[in-house]
């Protein structure tokens, strides 16, 4: 199929190019800060067998270490898929209260795909609905803008550093974190699958992943007690993988953080309750 798609991809590599330059590694809020500081990580390496512990979090601070208000709103983008058409795709946007997690907005959307899923280019796939989603939210109801975006995919997680969450990211200037439920494998990640599953012994513990460049391109993290697989955090944008784990574990309780449950939830309702004519 990528054959039938080879100028296509040549472009969609250009644009990656681009977007994976454009993200912002480090945490870049204007408005609010992460309710603890983040554990440090140690510079980018090539060793592969670091295991990090996050402290307890309680996420319960009125303002951050710079007198800023603390993150109040995030929000959770998730595509869900009608299993009787391939080409029907329902996408949810829910933001919640934090850190009650109370949801204050819920919005889904039918749409078709038209491009098919191609590995490693399913940004092209799902970020304009979801692109447009938000945007629709900030000029509807500006004051539930999140402050914070969960995306069901990876960011610099990603053979090119630009996953879906970067593409979002990016396009929105919105801080983001890839959330992925499944690891996406590509040949410039080392892995080894005791590390990422038996080296995590509690919630909170993490492992960084490297690519053969050293580049610490994300984290596997278990992020429920009695839960063996983790799931795999991403920097997508104005986030340092540090603080996204940090605040990824603090908004689970169960294995996936809840703006992105909330959002799985909201999709595969209304694809349940919408059923296509047969």
């Not at 609010?32 to 067998?49: C, D, E, G, I, V």
Request: aromatic share 10%; with cysteine; net charge negative.
């Amino acid at each position: 199929m990528s054959d039938q798609y080879s100028e296509l991809i040549a472009e969609w590599n250009a644009i990656q190019e681009i977007v994976s330059k454009s993200v912002v590694y480090s945490d870049s809020f204007d408005s609010f800060s992460l309710p603890t500081p983040a554990q440090p990580m140690p510079p980018n390496s090539s060793s592969t067998t670091v295991l990090h512990t996050l402290p307890t979090q309680t996420g319960t601070s009125p303002t951050g270490s710079d007198s800023k208000p603390i993150v109040s709103l995030i929000a959770g983008a998730d595509i869900s898929f009608d299993t009787s058409d391939s080409s029907r795709g329902v996408a949810a946007i829910v933001v919640l209260q934090y850190p009650s997690f109370n949801q204050v907005y819920c919005k889904t959307r039918d749409f078709t795909l038209n491009i098919p899923y191609i590995s490693g280019y399913l940004a092209f796939r799902e970020k304009d609905v979801i692109v447009e989603m938000m945007r629709e939210l900030q000029d509807e109801h500006p004051e539930l803008y999140p402050q914070v975006l969960f995306i069901d995919g990876n960011g610099l997680l990603h053979p090119r550093r630009s996953g879906c969450a970067c593409h979002v990211g990016v396009e929105l200037d919105i801080p983001t974190i890839g959330v992925g439920k499944t690891f996406l494998a590509f040949p410039e990640l080392h892995w080894n699958t005791a590390q990422y599953r038996d080296a995590l012994v509690q919630k909170g513990d993490w492992v960084p992943l490297i690519d053969t460049t050293g580049f610490v391109c994300g984290a596997s993290v278990k992020t429920a007690p009695n839960i063996k697989n983790p799931i795999f955090i991403s920097v997508g944008h104005r986030f340092q993988l540090e603080s996204a784990v940090q605040f990824v574990v603090d908004c689970c309780k169960f294995r996936q953080p809840e703006p992105i449950r909330a959002a799985d939830h909201a999709g595969r309702e209304f694809v349940r309750l919408h059923p296509l004519p047969h």
